[in-house]
């Protein structure tokens, strides 16, 4: 939460590689629920954007209907969202259909879905699962390339090239979740959706995988959109967070500034109720220094 990184996120703003506009998303039924309104986001290109809330909140809801895969009777009602490639133009992607989706969907925008530790096909190895992507995108690739460039990606990941021809059952949660992070960079998209990446996972090894999309991001320039409960986790690695709560961004904002100076009173009850590491009702960032902002908070409600 530097200073630095406030300013990347301004200047990543002068170039949006994913624009969101008046976005809402309902689930019909008897009694039709409005789980995304009227949402306006604009995602910069290399930027980390953390997208917080409580469970139920319509996060995930967000992400599927960006990346067209919502389903019956999920209905996007109004709106619509747009992708800004590096060679330039935009498209609308509620006009991609068919082939040209699935194509755009990986190599463009690729997706860490939630739950994605679970996610691999348990009878098949790492390597056939890394090899259907550049079979499916990328035909005209050699299998010797393909096979290089899958123990390429696990070594980028931290994960050894032996372990292609491991099955899931063999790899710890740790690293099925490298794996499943590997398959979303495969093709060098320009965003990457990260759906709770780290659920589950022990605190030990949610360090080791927030500190390898930090590098790799910075390594490879795509921007993510990192969806989680878990607003202590994006307050380390965002350089931006907008805060959801029943299907509307109540607040948007540079890290430094939504923990230091949270406008809404839903975001400073999110900051509050985290548990503290040290004592301290609020002290939940890693740095040992309880906040005192949060305890006057708790005071005045005594």
Known sequence: MSAATEGGATASLADPVVTIEDF???????????????????????EILGL??????????????????????????????????????????STLRGKQLRAFRWDKISMVFQGAMNSLNPV?????????????????MSRRDRVRTSGDLLERVGVERSRLKSFPHELSGGMRQRVMIAMAMALGPQVMIMDEPTTALDVVVQREILDEVTRLRAELGF??????????????????????????????GAARNLYTAPRNDYTKRLLASFPSLTGERGDFIRTGVADIRLTETDQEKV
Do not use: W
Request: aromatic share 4%; hydrophobic share 45%; charged share 20%.
């Open 52 to 93: 917080a809330g409580e469970s139920g909140c319509g996060k995930s809801t967000l992400a599927y209907g960006i990346t067209r895969l919502l389903r019956p009777p999920a209905l996007i009602t109004s709106g619509r969202a747009s992708f800004h490639p590096r060679e330039g133009g935009t498209v609308d992607l």
């Open 223 to 252: 921007a993510v959109l990192f969806i989680t409960h878990d607003l202590p986790l994006l307050l380390e690695i965002s350089d931006r967070i907008a805060v959801m709560k029943a299907g509307e961004i109540v607040e948007l």
């Open 124 to 140: 098949i190895n790492i390597q056939a699962q890394l090899e259907d992507i550049f079979i499916t995108h990328r035909p005209r």
């Open 24 to 46: 809402s998303v309902d689930y019909l039924g008897a009694m039709t629920a409005h789980a995304v309104r009227n949402i306006n986001l604009t995602l910069g290109r290399g």
